[in-house]
């Protein structure tokens, strides 16, 4: 099997490169604004800008198999407008034009954004009431491409993904900052009272799961990549910092609870096994 990625060198995309390597799959690996990704086996590289225009990214991709579609800009300021004036748009035409053009199967990383403010145990029927202009844009652009569905046939896969955390992830993200404190020998970590209750999964096995559901054939649909396990963030951070063998103390209530997430929320994986024990 061929397999396409787009934003391959970001957080998400290097992990799936990982994992497609070890299993042996021929893969074309595409970037904007960086240098060839190298390092992988069975891996070529594409200079891909979605925001241009293409007609038939099918052969610009090598008439890939499946597309793993992980490139957007504007993260990650989650409200602003650019998502939904700009690559909204662009998104569209791009994600189209792959449909049009011959690609078969596409697999685009959704969020639990899309939700909103929804509490407890999300299931993929729940409403998408995003109160972010991130989550607005993703969830307009699943209706485009689901809709597309009806005069194209085509396979998608959307998986909605919750808190990822691991090695490579944005210096602003929680595991980075509190790695770095950790490396600077920091006494202290200042973070919010820590009692949001999340859903959080190592992108390692993330990346696992996004492969498998690409190789699953027929139209996956939405489907929540998570862990399925609530996790207070106090507990994750102080697992986080057990883990690294460091003394550091979190200073709690340094700063505000996130008015865009729900306090307590985390995915179901019901669907997500059923596809994994069909796979």
Request: with cysteine; glycine share 10%; proline share 6%.
């Amino acid at each position: 099997m061929k397999v396409a990625v787009t934003g391959a060198s970001g957080f998400i995309g290097l992990h799936v490169l990982r994992e497609l390597a070890a299993r042996g799959a021929e893969t074309v690996a595409t970037a904007f604004r960086h240098p060839p990704i190298g390092g992988f086996t069975h891996v070529c590289d594409v200079h891909l800008d979605i925001h241009t225009l293409t007609d038939d990214p099918f052969t610009l991709l090598g008439r890939p198999d499946v597309l793993l579609h992980f490139a957007w800009s504007g993260l990650p300021h989650y409200d602003s407008s650019h998502h939904v004036t700009q690559e909204l748009p662009a998104q569209k035409a791009f994600l189209s034009n792959c449909v049009r053009s011959g690609i078969r199967r596409i697999v685009v990383a959704g969020t639990c954004f899309e939700y909103g403010l929804a509490h407890g145990e999300i299931q993929e029927s729940q409403p998408l009431q995003p109160v972010t202009r991130y989550g607005e844009a993703k969830a307009s652009l699943f209706e485009h491409m689901s809709s597309l569905r009806e005069s194209l046939h085509y396979e998608l896969a959307w998986p909605r993904i919750f808190y990822l955390f691991g090695p490579g992830q944005s210096p602003n993200s929680l595991y980075s900052q509190l790695h770095a404190a950790i490396v600077r020998g920091d006494r202290h970590f200042d973070m919010s009272g820590g009692d949001q209750v999340r859903d959080y999964l190592p992108v390692g096995e993330a990346a696992r799961l996004l492969v498998e559901i690409a190789f699953h054939a027929g139209n996956t649909g939405s489907v929540n990549l998570c862990s399925g396990v609530p996790v207070r963030i106090r507990d994750l951070v102080a697992s986080w910092i057990d883990a690294a063998g460091a003394g550091l103390q979190m200073n709690l209530g340094r700063f505000p609870y996130p008015t865009y997430e729900p306090m307590s929320f985390w995915g179901s994986r019901r669907k997500l096994e059923q596809i994994l024990g069909g796979a």
